[in-house]
T-cell receptor
Framework: EAEVAQSPRYKITEKSQAVAFWCDPI?????LYWYRQILGQGPELLVQ????????DSQLPKDRFSAERLKGVDSTLKIQPAELGDSAMYLC????????????FGEGSRLTVL | DQQVKQNSPSLSVQEGRISILNCDYT??????FLWYKKYPAEGPTFLIS?????DKNEDGRFTVFLNKSAKHLSLHIVPSQPGDSAVYFC?????????FGTGTSLTVIP
């Protein structure tokens, strides 16, 4: 069964360091999402791509976060510099882009900032 | 502004009984409603969905009910099993935009 691949699964870093997460969506899925989930809360959208274009990055803290999906396939989310409050699960998801389609999530990347 | 709300952070149910998880929403333009299940340290997995034009969808032990007039949906799990213990997220979508609730942690007691 096709899956959304994410790496790394776990990342521990010190504040002010740079960190990057990678996501490979299900083949053929045009829409890719990065969500952040803090324990006890629901996933919050950081950025949404349609192919290689950003559709929504209104909740992305652009002073320290950046995301790209250069060829419209895999994507990278970067944080520089990391802050203590960035500790969370970073979830990548993809969909076929149809209104009736559900979102398929990867296993997530757990970030701990010390 | 939270468009999808789950007001019960946790729920405990005896094995074999029914689990009912609730969700409220504010946007009447949502096309689909979805339920996701999440185990610790894993990404959410899709469980069941319902179109906004339906009022019930059933898949095995899982049934979702939609009450559009009340802007309320619920997930029923019958019978509940210990393996159902997880966090359940309600979500709604319009086009390619998805909105999530804060989750309900379900514990099924053997």
């Amino acid at each position: 069964e096709a899956e959304v691949a994410q790496s790394p699964r776990y990342k521990i870093t010190e504040k002010s360091q740079a960190v990057a997460f990678w996501c490979d969506p299900i083949s053929g899925h045009a829409t890719l999402y990065w969500y952040r989930q803090i324990l006890g809360q629901g996933p919050e959208l950081l950025v949404q791509f349609q192919d290689e274009s950003v559709v929504d990055d209104s909740q992305l803290p652009k002073d320290r976060f950046s995301a790209e999906r250069l060829k419209g396939v895999d994507s990278t989310l970067k944080i520089q510099p990391a802050e203590l409050g960035d500790s969370a699960m970073y979830l990548c998801a993809s969909s076929a882009g149809l209104a009736i389609g559900e979102l398929f999530f990867g296993e997530g990347s757990r970030l701990t900032v010390l | 502004d939270q468009q999808v709300k789950q007001n019960s952070p946790s729920l405990s149910v005896q094995e074999g009984r029914i689990s009912i998880l609730n969700c409220d929403y504010t946007n009447s333009m949502f096309d689909y409603f979805l339920w996701y299940k999440k185990y610790p340290a894993e990404g959410p997995t899709f469980l069941i969905s319902i179109s906004s034009i339906k009022d019930k969808n059933e898949d095995g032990r899982f049934t979702v009910f939609l009450n559009k007039s009340a802007k309320h949906l619920s997930l029923h799990i019958v019978p509940s099993q210990p393996g159902d213990s997880a966090v359940y997220f309600c979500a709604a979508n319009t086009g390619n935009q998805f909105y999530f609730g804060t989750g309900t942690s379900l514990t099924v007691i053997p």
